[in-house]
């Protein structure tokens, strides 16, 4: 005789076919475009700005972004940046690697999709930004590699959106509330956005540190070896999160760095954090707004 499942087992069932759906809709995400690290590699080995062109040209949608963001963070200039040569020599090389890492991540996120979307973009972008400030101002390396692991930290969170909607009809943010977020996503969904942006940045074969950065950047202390790496993620992470209040929105708390055992271990104090958001505002604003709506 067949065995009925109970109540209890269909829905265990369910569960499990959901996180399987999930994560399969993961692994289906294309390939990180690799003309990002070829550039990389261009500049690196200090390669004759002709071969950079060429490189970029080749692929239009970047030699657009690169020509748009050469004339919106140059714009007080008295001309229109009209070539992508002048783009790149104009932008210098860390911006321009900032550039084409930011044009190609909108391939699977950015400015011009849902609102959602649109926040989680911005927020990326800023975690990015103040990535370098806070790097900076601890004489840490501020390079691409955490700029990249900073902008794509949260990139779990646009499938995990998606299936919260198909499935729970509702947000992330509804979802969360004001729980912990990794655990109320596990709870709701049976998988958070942290693995699931471990599972694509495994696949798109980034380096370990930008692995871990995606995988722990809630929870430093879980990610070994690369804990410090991790924790200035952390920072940028949760600096971004509360500088992001408009006057209708307040963002979330600013974090109190007496309390919080990442800021303290990189001794962060309140004067710090003002420091670090009247550069990101004044400073970098220009940037940012370009980089917002790559
Ligand atoms: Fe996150
Ligand atoms: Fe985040």
């Known amino acids: 005789m067949v065995r009925e499942l109970s109540g209890h087992e269909i829905d265990a069932l369910q569960y499990e076919l959901l996180v399987k759906d999930i994560i399969a809709?993961?692994?289906?995400?294309?390939?990180?475009?690799?003309?990002?690290?070829?550039?990389?590699?261009?500049?690196?080995?200090?390669?004759?700005?002709?071969?950079?062109?060429?490189?970029?040209?080749?692929?239009?949608?970047?030699?657009?972004?690169?020509?748009?963001?050469?004339?919106?963070?140059?714009?007080?200039?008295?001309y229109e940046v009209r070539s992508v040569r002048e783009a790149i020599l104009l932008l210098g090389n860390?911006?321009?690697?900032?550039?084409?890492?930011?044009a190609c991540s909108t391939l699977y996120y950015g400015p011009?999709?849902?609102?959602?979307?649109?926040?989680?973009?911005?927020?990326?972008?800023y975690t990015a930004l103040l990535s370098q400030i806070v790097a900076r101002r601890m004489r840490r390396e501020e390079n691409l590699t955490l700029y990249t692991a900073a902008l794509l930290h949260d990139i779990g969170n646009t499938i995990l959106n998606l299936y919260a909607k198909?499935?729970?009809?509702?947000?992330?943010?509804?979802?969360?509330?004001?729980?912990?977020?990794v655990k109320a996503?596990?709870?709701?969904?049976?998988?958070?956005?942290?693995?699931?942006?471990?599972?694509?940045?495994?696949?798109?074969?980034?380096?370990?540190?930008?692995?871990?950065?995606?995988?722990?950047?809630?929870?430093?202390?879980?990610?070994?070896?690369?804990?410090?790496?991790?924790?200035?993620?952390y920072i940028a992470d949760a600096?971004?999160?509360?500088?992001?209040g408009k006057d209708d929105k307040p963002g979330a708390r600013i974090p109190d760095p007496e309390s919080d055992p990442v800021f303290k271990r990189f001794n962060i104090t309140r004067t710090m954090i003002d420091e670090f958001q009247n550069e990101l505002k004044t400073g970098m604003s220009d940037v940012a707004k370009a980089l917002a709506s790559i």
């Open 25 to 78: 809709a993961a692994e289906r995400l294309p390939p990180f475009p690799d003309i990002a690290w070829k550039i990389v590699s261009l500049v690196k080995s200090m390669a004759p700005v002709k071969e950079i062109e060429a490189l970029i040209a080749y692929d239009q949608a970047i030699a657009a972004k690169i020509l748009r963001m050469g004339n919106s963070v140059y714009y007080s200039r008295q």
């Open 94 to 102: 860390t911006r321009l690697l900032q550039v084409v890492v930011a």
């Open 112 to 125: 011009g999709n849902s609102p959602e979307e649109r926040e989680l973009w911005e927020h990326s972008v």
């Open 166 to 181: 198909i499935y729970l009809h509702s947000s992330l943010r509804e979802i969360r509330g004001e729980n912990d977020t």
């Open 185 to 233: 996503e596990r709870r709701a969904l049976g998988i958070d956005h942290q693995e699931l942006g471990a599972i694509i940045s495994r696949n798109w074969k980034f380096p370990p540190d930008i692995v871990a950065a995606i995988e722990h950047h809630h929870n430093p202390e879980k990610a070994g070896k690369y804990v410090e790496f991790v924790s200035l993620i």
């Open 239 to 244: 600096l971004a999160l509360s500088f992001a």
